[in-house]
């Protein structure tokens, strides 16, 4: 079994700041993608900023809305990625969902695994 286990999300002013983390754990055989998309009510999920390849340095994707504000990092040995996103926006407002393009055994079977998502209200 995999987990994908989100916290860090809650209630800030517009302009404020939070960061988001996202721990994988369980049968990972290689983690080789993660990142965060987000959904706000009555619209289609989108990608925020991902790590492309795990394993590779600095190898990211950020949708435009964010550039310059996201930045996503990660830590490697504890399979944990993180999103601090600063100059919030109302509009950042939304359900963040971290995700992981894994596979769990030698075989060459990657699957994609969800976290439960956690919410983000920018709001004064």
């Known amino acids: 079994q995999v987990q994908l286990v989100e916290s860090g999300g809650g209630l800030v002013q517009p302009g404020g700041s939070l960061t988001l983390s996202c721990a994988a754990s369980g049968s990972i055989f290689e983690l080789y993608s993660m990142g965060w998309w987000r959904q706000a009510p009555g619209k289609q999920r989108e990608l925020v900023a991902s790590f492309t390849s795990f394993t590779s340095a600095d190898n990211t994707n950020y949708t435009d809305s964010v550039k310059g504000r996201f930045t996503i990092s990660r830590d490697n040995a504890k399979n944990m990625v993180y999103l601090q996103m600063n100059s919030l926006k109302p509009e950042d407002t939304a359900v963040y969902y971290c995700?992981?393009?894994?596979?769990?055994?030698?075989?060459?079977?990657?699957?994609?695994?969800w976290g439960q998502g956690t919410q983000v209200t920018v709001s004064s």
């Open positions: 995700y992981a393009h894994l596979r769990r055994t030698v075989l060459p079977a990657y699957e994609d695994h």
